[in-house]
């Protein structure tokens, strides 16, 4: 790494070798998103790799999120990184991997087959927990680790479930639970100031004041700190036929947010129709059922991009500025991915953070084929999968994030 005194690499680029190396990842079929690239090229210079062990697990821990993933990783890696060092592969001991091992040319089903005997010493340590055999935890067997602790114990069982399978009570248990989840939301600095104790900056006109009892002299200086204020939100869902089986559970996240974080909430899909008002009703099934009869256009036809642009355009675009934007869509777009791109720029130099819920990207092999996604994906900080409550509770911990 330039300027890092590394042993392994030296003179590379981070920046560059990141985003090769992920590229390859995602050929593969693994998921790698912006930020975990990000992570990446931070942690090769926080703690430059001297051989191929540290690169191994620098890329690793920043890249991999599901254990159903690394069996494609270590493919990916042993191809690019063979050459380097000794072997690494902590699945060769476990599964025999052939020495030819190669990048996959297409994404393959992520599955990582059990173990079929005792793992041989010596080498790395197998620090990770055992090999799943889907891509999700079945409930059966035991609680997912990976699952977060803070789903009411109602949904728990139920957090593999589709949005399509949830009957009314278990949505309104999801809608009071997404209102308490929504309840601590992020702040920002203000340009207000209030007097502290233990403030940062002192306040020379409250000093000097208190300084007048005294002869003039500031015996006490009187410190100030920044007022913070919530940090606004904006939230966008696509409600066209492609997202009919999540309609109603986006509607009820829209609501929480509307109700809990004072955000502004759109839904589109010829046209963009504004449903703040609406939506912050006392009653849960009131709101959504007025939701439903306002929009005309529901479940037609998707035009992301002239929504996002009219948007912008209207006097609500100021609530984008230094707001996180939350757009929940397939990406499957009537609009040319080129208009797309360029609202898309607009609206992420406007927005503090962008957020895209996709119900698709939890699919096996999914891969950002579509025009608008495609057009989309590099304005977007997080892109994340929305398709049953246990995913929706990791996209309130990535939007509630200070």
Request: with cysteine.
């Amino acid at each position: 790494m330039t300027g890092s005194g590394a042993a392994l690499l030296p003179g590379v680029d981070r920046a560059a070798f990141s985003a090769a190396f992920v590229s390859r990842l995602r050929q593969a079929g693994v998921p790698v998103g912006l930020t975990a690239a990000e992570s990446f090229a931070t942690a090769l210079g926080a703690c430059p790799p001297c051989d191929r062990t540290g690169l191994y697990w620098s890329a690793r821990i920043t890249l991999v999120r599901q254990p159903s993933d690394l069996e494609a990783f270590d493919a990916v890696f042993d191809a690019l990184f063979s050459g380097i060092g000794p072997a690494l592969d902590p699945h060769a001991r476990r599964r025999g991997l052939s020495e030819d091992a190669t990048v996959p040319n297409r994404p393959a089903p992520r599955a990582v087959s059990a173990p079929e005997g005792p793992e041989e010493t010596g080498g790395l340590p197998w620090a990770t927990r055992a090999a799943a055999t889907g891509g999700r935890c079945d409930p059966e067997d035991g609680d997912d680790p990976t699952l977060p602790d803070v789903l009411p114990s109602a949904l728990m069982h139920r957090a593999d479930a589709s949005f399509s399978d949830l009957d009314p009570g278990e949505l309104a248990v999801l809608d009071d639970w997404l209102c308490r989840a929504m309840a601590n939301w992020p702040s920002r600095r203000s340009r207000r100031c209030r007097p502290h104790p233990r403030g940062t900056v002192v306040a020379l006109r409250p000093t000097l004041a208190r300084a007048r009892r005294s002869g003039f002299e500031p015996l006490r200086l009187v410190t100030v700190r920044p007022v913070p204020r919530r940090r606004r939100v904006v939230m966008l869902c696509d409600v066209s036929q492609s997202m009919q089986p999540f309609a109603a559970a986006y509607l009820h996240l829209l609501r929480a947010a509307a109700v809990a974080a004072a955000a502004e909430v759109f839904v589109f899909a010829t046209s963009l129709t504004r449903l703040t008002p609406v939506l912050t009703r006392t009653s849960a099934d009131v709101a959504v059922a007025k939701a439903t009869e306002a929009v005309d256009d529901r479940f037609g036809g998707t035009r992301i991009a002239s929504s996002i642009a009219t948007l912008l355009g209207s006097r609500h675009g100021d609530a984008l500025r230094g707001a996180i934007v939350v757009v929940a869509s397939d990406g499957w777009d009537s609009d040319p991915p080129a208009a797309l791109g360029r609202q898309m720029a607009r609206l992420a130099r406007r927005a503090h953070r962008v957020i895209w819920l996709n119900p698709r990207l939890a699919a096996p092999g999914y891969a950002p084929l579509t025009g608008g996604m495609g057009a989309a994906l590099p304005f977007c900080d997080h892109v994340l999968a929305a398709d049953t409550i246990g995913a929706m509770a990791g996209v309130v911990d990535v939007m509630t994030r200070p």
